[in-house]
C-alpha cells in the first residue's frame, strides 16, 4: 500500500507540471497489477465506458456478448428497441449465459435469452421469462430473478456503461461536441471493416500512443506522415471529459483536393460527408473520450476503436471503420472497401509494433523518465484525468486559447 501511494503522489506530482516541463509516468503505472486495479476502482467503474455502436444491434432480437473489467456482459436491443447492457450471470447458479466467450466479439439474434445449464429464460430486458420446475421452491418469485440490469445510455449511437451508476449523466460529457460533430450522423453509420487484435501492452500506451501525433515522424513515416505530418498537429484547450486533437492534411493535398473539386473528380476513398467546414474537410479530427473511448473523424468515414484492458499488461482492441448509409448502399462499395483496408491495415500494424516496443522498454531496468515534447500535449492532458480521477475529482475546463496551432493565443 506504502508503494501505491507513493506512485499515486508521483502520478500527481507529475500531472501538475507545466506542459513545458512535462515528463513520462513512472513506469510501474503501466506495468503493476496492483495499479491497474486501482484505476479500475477509480477510472474505469465510476466512468462512462463505450461498449456497441448501434449498428451492430439494428433490429429487435440482436444482441452482443463482450466481456469488460472482468465482467460477462450483453448488450442487447429489446422487441420495443430500446438497448439494454446485461450481466451474463445467471442468477439461479451463477452460469454464464453465454459461454464460449474468446471469440470477441460474439453476436446473434434471439427472442429471449436462455441458459444453457438449466433452461431459464430471460426477455431481452433482462427480466426472468421462464424457470422450468421452480414451483417446489417456498417463496419462489420470477420477479426477484432477474439479470443484473447495469446503467446505460447512448450518445450519438455509441452505447456506454457505467458500472457504479454514479457517473456524470452521459449526454452532459459530451455535448460541447455534438454540434461539431453532426455532419457524421454516427448513429446512422455502419461498420464496414473491422480489425482484431490481441494486445501485449498496458491500455495506457494504447491511448497514449493514439492521441500524440509526434511519432508519426518515425512510426508512420512512410504512411501517415507524408499526408499528416506530426509537427503540424494541434489541441483544442483542456476538457473535463475528453480531448480534442486536429491533425491538418498537407498543403499540397488540400490544394490536389481543391483541384479534384474544380474538375467534378473524388479523391480516393469512401463518398465525402456533407456539411462538413471546410476546416473538417482537410483534417482527421482526433477524440479522445476519458478514459478510452477513442474514435476520428476523416471527410468520408469513422474511425472507432473498441478497447477492453485485461490486465496491466494487456489487452483487447477491435478498430472498426464506419461509413454513411449513402456509401454503404453504393454499388461500388466493395471496391472501395478493397482499396482502403491496406492502408488502415498497414498503420495499425506500425502502431501495434510501437505500443508492444514501448511496453518492452517500460519493463526494462534500464527504463528512465523522459519529458514530453510539446507535441505530446495530449499525453500530458491523459496525465492530468489520470490524477484527477484518482483523487477523486475530474479536470476543470480551460478557459483558454490552444498553446499551439492556428487558433494559438
Given at each position: 500500500m506504502t508503494d501505491l501511494a507513493a506512485l499515486t503522489a508521483d502520478i500527481a506530482a507529475t500531472a501538475a507540471l507545466p506542459l513545458p516541463q512535462a515528463r513520462t509516468l513512472p513506469k510501474a503505472a503501466y506495468t503493476s497489477e496492483a495499479f491497474y486495479r486501482l484505476e479500475e476502482e477509480k477510472l474505469f467503474r465510476t466512468g462512462w465506458l463505450c461498449v456497441a455502436h448501434v449498428s451492430e444491434l439494428p433490429n429487435p432480437g440482436d444482441y452482443l456478448a463482450l466481456e469488460l473489467l472482468g465482467e460477462p456482459l450483453v448488450v442487447t436491443r429489446g422487441d420495443e428497441g430500446a438497448v439494454h447492457v446485461l450481466s451474463r450471470v445467471c442468477p439461479h447458479r451463477a452460469m454464464d449465459i453465454l459461454p464460449g466467450s474468446e471469440g470477441f466479439p460474439r453476436k446473434g439474434h434471439a427472442p429471449h435469452l436462455l441458459c444453457p445449464y438449466h433452461v431459464w429464460s430471460f426477455?431481452?430486458?433482462?427480466?426472468?421469462?421462464?424457470?422450468?420446475?421452480?414451483?417446489?421452491?417456498?417463496?419462489?418469485?420470477?420477479?426477484?430473478?432477474?439479470?443484473v440490469r447495469l446503467r446505460s445510455g447512448i450518445w450519438n449511437g455509441f452505447v456506454f456503461v457505467n458500472f457504479d451508476g454514479a457517473a456524470p449523466e452521459l449526454k452532459s460529457c459530451y455535448a460541447p461536441l455534438d454540434e461539431l460533430l453532426a455532419p457524421w450522423n454516427f448513429a446512422e453509420m455502419g461498420i464496414v471493416i473491422s480489425m482484431d487484435w490481441e494486445c501485449e501492452f498496458n491500455w495506457k500506451v494504447m491511448v497514449e500512443n493514439w492521441m500524440e501525433s509526434y511519432h508519426h515522424i518515425g512510426a508512420h513515416s512512410t504512411t501517415l506522415n507524408p499526408i499528416m505530418?506530426?509537427?503540424?498537429?494541434?489541441?483544442?484547450?483542456?476538457?473535463?471529459?475528453?480531448?480534442?486533437?486536429?491533425?491538418?492534411?498537407t498543403t499540397k493535398l488540400r490544394a490536389e483536393m481543391v483541384d479534384s473539386a474544380a474538375r467534378g473528380e473524388s479523391m480516393p476513398g469512401f463518398l465525402p460527408i456533407p456539411g462538413l467546414s471546410e476546416e473538417q474537410k482537410a483534417e482527421w479530427g482526433l477524440f479522445l473520450g476519458h478514459p478510452f473511448f477513442m474514435f476520428l473523424t476523416m471527410p468520408d468515414r469513422l474511425l472507432w476503436y473498441r478497447l477492453l484492458p485485461l490486465s496491466a499488461g494487456r489487452c483487447r482492441l477491435q478498430t472498426m471503420t464506419l461509413v454513411s448509409r449513402e456509401t454503404s448502399e453504393s454499388p461500388d462499395l466493395e471496391k472501395m472497401i478493397e482499396a482502403e483496408t491496406p492502408l488502415l491495415r498497414d498503420f495499425h500494424v506500425e502502431d501495434m509494433v510501437v505500443n508492444k516496443a514501448v511496453q518492452d522498454g517500460l519493463n526494462s531496468a534500464y527504463a528512465v523518465r523522459g519529458q514530453l515534447s510539446h507535441l505530446e500535449e495530449p499525453v500530458w492532458l491523459i496525465q492530468r484525468y489520470l490524477a484527477a480521477r484518482l483523487s477523486g475529482s475530474y479536470p476543470q475546463k480551460a478557459e483558454r486559447k490552444p498553446y499551439y496551432g492556428p487558433r494559438a493565443a
Open positions: 426477455e431481452l430486458d433482462g427480466k426472468l421469462r421462464g424457470c422450468p420446475h421452480m414451483q417446489e421452491a417456498v417463496g419462489f418469485a420470477k420477479a426477484d430473478y432477474p439479470l505530418p506530426g509537427q503540424n498537429t494541434w489541441i483544442e484547450p483542456e476538457s473535463p471529459h475528453y480531448i480534442h486533437a486536429h491533425l491538418p492534411y
